[in-house]
């Protein structure tokens, strides 16, 4: 059998003068407009991710839920058969668009596996355009070891590499912190035709050292661009920006914006505005944060619902709690539509002080506007509910959840096995460490350390010991993988299932 590649985030306020947010609400009520109202999506949380919370109401019809569910029987079918040899003439949009969730969702392992389907079809054509996404979800996955394999298939496939696939290789490389292979691969642009690094391939590389916390790198990038003669983009000043803020680097973040302006061809956006509040805010730095929010207005930059999420976030964590209402309020004067978002980190900030009365009054309204929780709403509601020694309620959490569709994720399991473990409970515990794997939900390390805590706590010695191994096992099988292309079999691992 031919092996397949594999490897198991009131507001009008004057520069000089700090908020006073019951009597500036008004002047922004008159300013400010929504650009547009939020879609409609179902909920979907099995990973987390920034960009799909981002998305409004999660009401959705019943035909949208049908086409949801017929989408995942179509990946799981598409799938089992990428063992065999004998699909060979299956029907192309049912691959292809099999390929394109996948790849979509970030399940690398069901992607690479119907990849490797895809290239046994008699109708197959190697396109760039498909490596480009496979090499874009692999950066994501933080798989450069398949990444690489990857590249060498499509070489071998007589494919010459284009653009965007080395810029796709670099991302790749970059996001899974090998940095030194992704300037290699930068260097190696440089030598082949129609494939010389531009402003996106750079930015990329700056994403990559701002996440990992290389700055020192940065300055060697800008003397590149310059040498090569690329002129940095709004989206490259947004990512250092962004880089810098994440990082407390105030000074650095400002005059970065003072070069953006100064520049004249790139002006700040909401990105930046974003990235600006979100550093203050997250640093406690309210008054800087409302002043910065102000000076974005004034450059006619208006906010947009995640500009709010921030704010409420910032508030909350400064236990600012009346602002962080207030807030909500002004969007719902001004008909923005409160996101799952925006109702998740409500009821966390809430729950994280123990005052449960509102954190729940929240969840209700969340539910009585539409708006449709998901795994991470119920893990804040666990932990405050566990914080506070309410465990019949969490017990209520799981009943509900029941009679629900919602998709469950490992951090859920681990907030859940927390709870029980801190009230002695191992054995409901360990039942629900078995629903973890009836769900496909793979444990991680917390999960493996808070059972271990906790089995230690009641005197449970050998079980703690047990699991202590299991733990290791399961890191060993992680990394497993299968291969798309049979160059040589001794290079690549054979596909093992996961085992708890």
Not at 118 to 146: A, D, V
Not at 231 to 248: F, L, Q
Not at 270 to 290: D, V
Not at 323 to 346: A, D, G, L
Request: net charge positive; charged share 25%; hydrophobic share 35%.
């Amino acid at each position: 059998m031919e092996p397949h590649l594999l490897d198991p985030t009131s507001l009008r306020w004057s520069s000089s003068i700090p908020l006073t947010y019951t009597t500036c609400s008004l002047k922004v009520l008159k300013e400010t407009k929504p650009t547009s109202n939020p879609p409609f999506l179902f909920v979907r949380a099995g990973k987390r991710s920034s960009g799909s919370s981002q998305n409004g109401l999660q009401r959705q019809p019943k035909k949208d839920l049908s086409r949801i569910l017929r989408t995942e029987a179509a990946i799981s079918g598409i799938e089992r058969k990428a063992n065999s040899r004998k699909y060979s003439t299956l029907w192309p949009k049912a691959v292809l668009e099999a390929l394109d969730e996948a790849i979509r969702e970030n399940r690398y392992e069901s992607a690479l596996k119907i990849f490797g389907l895809l290239r046994k079809q008699h109708w197959y054509e190697p396109r760039c355009q498909t490596y480009t996404k496979l090499l874009m979800m692999l950066g994501k996955c933080k798989q450069p070891e398949q990444a690489s394999l990857l590249f060498e298939v499509m070489l071998s496939e007589g494919l010459r590499p284009t653009l965007d696939v080395y810029t796709a290789l670099v991302s790749a490389y970059g996001h899974s912190g090998q940095l030194d292979k992704a300037f290699c691969t930068v260097e190696d642009m440089k030598s082949v035709s129609d494939c010389k690094p531009d402003v996106y391939t750079y930015s990329i590389l700056i994403k990559c050292c701002t996440t990992l916390g290389r700055f020192d790198l940065i300055e060697r990038i800008f003397t590149e661009m310059s040498y090569l003669g690329i002129e940095c983009s709004t989206v490259t000043y947004n990512t250092i920006i962004d880089g810098y803020g994440k990082a407390d680097m105030f000074e650095l973040m400002e005059s970065s914006l003072t070069e953006m302006i100064e520049s004249g061809t790139c002006l700040p956006d909401i990105f930046t505005l974003n990235s600006f509040i979100w550093a203050y805010g997250n640093s406690g730095q309210i008054e800087k944060m409302e002043k910065w929010y102000d000076e974005f207005q004034l450059m006619g930059i208006r906010p947009d619902i995640k500009t709010f999420n921030i704010l409420i976030r910032s508030y909350g964590k400064a236990c600012m709690y009346e602002k962080m209402v207030s807030v909500m309020e002004f969007m719902k004067k001004r008909f923005y539509s409160p996101t799952i978002v925006t109702f998740n980190i409500v009821i966390e900030m809430f729950g994280r002080v123990g005052n449960i009365e509102k954190m729940e009054e929240f969840f209700l309204k969340m539910k009585h506007q539409g708006v449709k929780p998901n795994s991470i709403t119920y893990c804040s509601l666990v932990s405050a509910y566990s914080k506070a020694g309410y465990l019949k309620k969490v017990d209520s959490i799981l009943r509900q959840i029941e009679n629900s569709d919602v998709t469950l994720d490992t951090p859920f399991f681990n907030c859940v096995l927390s709870a029980y473990g801190q009230a002695g409970d191992v054995e409901r515990m360990g039942e629900l460490f078995l629903v973890m794997k009836e769900r496909k939900c793979k444990p991680d390390n917390i999960t493996f350390a808070t059972m271990i805590q906790a089995y230690n706590a009641q005197g449970m010695i050998e079980a703690a010991q047990n699991l202590e191994v299991n733990m290791i096992t399961t890191k060993n099988k992680s990394g497993i993988f299968h291969c798309i292309l049979p160059l040589k079999k001794s290079s690549f691992c054979q596909c093992e299932d996961f085992l708890y």
